[in-house]
């Protein structure tokens, strides 16, 4: 992990975002979502806000079960909003009356210069280790936390579940894909110091892997 001095500090001083909070309404539907307001490229702006509320949309019809009268509700958690990087999970909670209820969890990582939306593998360099590194410290992991799984753990995916707090990167799990319910879901923190050598100075974890 780098050190910053002097005047590379002010090559990651960037304005954190301005949030505030909207409601996604349906029938039986009522889940609030984040918001980025008065940043100053517009098109970045509209680009984060449209990525949020689709997947806002998309996890209350992931929730819907056809068949059983479906009452939702949701929110969100921001996890990181710092050095032009916008992180957050949008949580998704789902009664069937009577039913056994159901949660999903899931995050967006965005760069605020452009509003992109990273996906796990686009964060690291194509050719590199970072799945090796990831999936060992999960492993280790596991067994440190004795934590139970419904198959043996076969690793991560491209498209793996995550959000980035701080100085670390936090890897998921949705409710049954890797342990029995009661289990809760299971997260992985590590910190991003630990793929230094993966990250590519264009991905937004180069500007988090500092130390100041």
């Known amino acids: 992990m780098s050190i910053i001095k002097g005047d590379d500090f002010m090559l990651l001083i960037k304005r954190p975002a301005d949030i505030i909070t909207s409601i996604y309404r349906g029938k039986d539907i009522s889940m609030l979502y984040p918001r980025v307001m008065g ?5 970045a702006n ?3 806000n449209m990525a949020i509320r689709n997947q806002t949309i998309n996890l209350a019809k992931a929730l819907m079960q056809p068949d059983l009268r479906t009452r939702i509700e949701g929110s969100y958690e921001i996890k990181n909003n710092q050095r032009g990087i916008i992180s957050l999970s949008l949580v998704g909670f789902a009664e069937f009356g009577g039913a056994h209820p159901m949660t999903m969890v899931k995050s967006l990582t965005m ?5 992109e939306n990273y996906a796990l593998h686009q964060l690291f360099r194509e050719d590199g280790q970072y ?12 067994k440190e936390r004795d934590i139970p799984l419904i198959d043996s753990f076969k690793g991560i995916s491209p498209g793996q579940d995550y959000y ?9 799990y949705q409710l049954y894909e890797l342990s029995p319910y009661a289990a809760g879901f299971p997260y992985f923190p590590i ?6 050598d993966e990250i ?5 974890l180069s500007r988090l892997n500092h130390f100041i």
């Open 39 to 43: 940043h100053e490229r517009v098109n």
């Open 46 to 48: 509209a680009r984060m």
């Open 111 to 115: 760069d605020t210069a452009t509003g």
């Open 131 to 142: 799945r090796k590194i990831i999936n060992a410290e999960i492993s280790g992991q596991i």
């Open 164 to 172: 980035v707090s701080d100085q670390v990167l936090v890897v998921y």
């Open 191 to 196: 910190p991003i110091y630990m793929l230094s």
């Open 200 to 204: 590519p100075e264009k991905s937004p």
